[in-house]
């Protein structure tokens, strides 16, 4: 079963930092070729914002490199997103994602994931 339950949303002030983290089912854990986060403002198309692979090879957006990191942990079947130095431009609802069945050129691309979870919103303020 896919399951995918994000958590560690919240207010913070620009500067700060937040860690959210992503419960996934074994299944989807293990099962997963790709997991990421991704991001979306109202009246804007969901954008990708760091992602990981089976082998853990990471991608970064080009707006967070340097402040966020993802990273995941086996024992908790658990996707992490550390996010530093966080922006007002950071604002937006958070949410992760897998893709199961094949390796993608383009992980970073919301389209290229089958499963998502509800999302945590994420707001920063000046």
């Known amino acids: 079963q896919v399951q995918l339950v994000e958590s560690g949303g919240g207010s913070v ?10 419960a996934a089912s074994t299944y ?3 099962g997963s070729r790709h997991m990421g986060w991704f991001r979306q403002v109202p009246g804007k198309e969901r954008e ?5 692979d089976a ?4 991608n970064y957006a080009d ?3 340097g402040r966020f990191t993802i990273s995941k942990d086996n024992a908790k079947n658990t996707l992490y997103l550390q996010m530093n130095s966080l922006k007002p431009e950071d604002t937006a609802m958070y949410s992760c994602a897998a893709r199961l069945y094949g390796i993608s050129a383009y992980p970073l691309s919301p389209n290229e994931y089958d ?4 999302g945590t919103q994420v707001t920063v303020s000046s």
Not at 13 to 22: E, K, N, T, V
């Open 13 to 22: 002030q620009a500067g700060g930092s937040l860690r959210l983290s992503c």
């Open 28 to 30: 989807t854990y293990y």
């Open 48 to 52: 990708g914002v760091a992602t990981i």
């Open 55 to 58: 082998d853990s090879s990471t």
């Open 63 to 65: 707006s967070v490199k």
């Open 115 to 118: 499963y998502w979870g509800q």
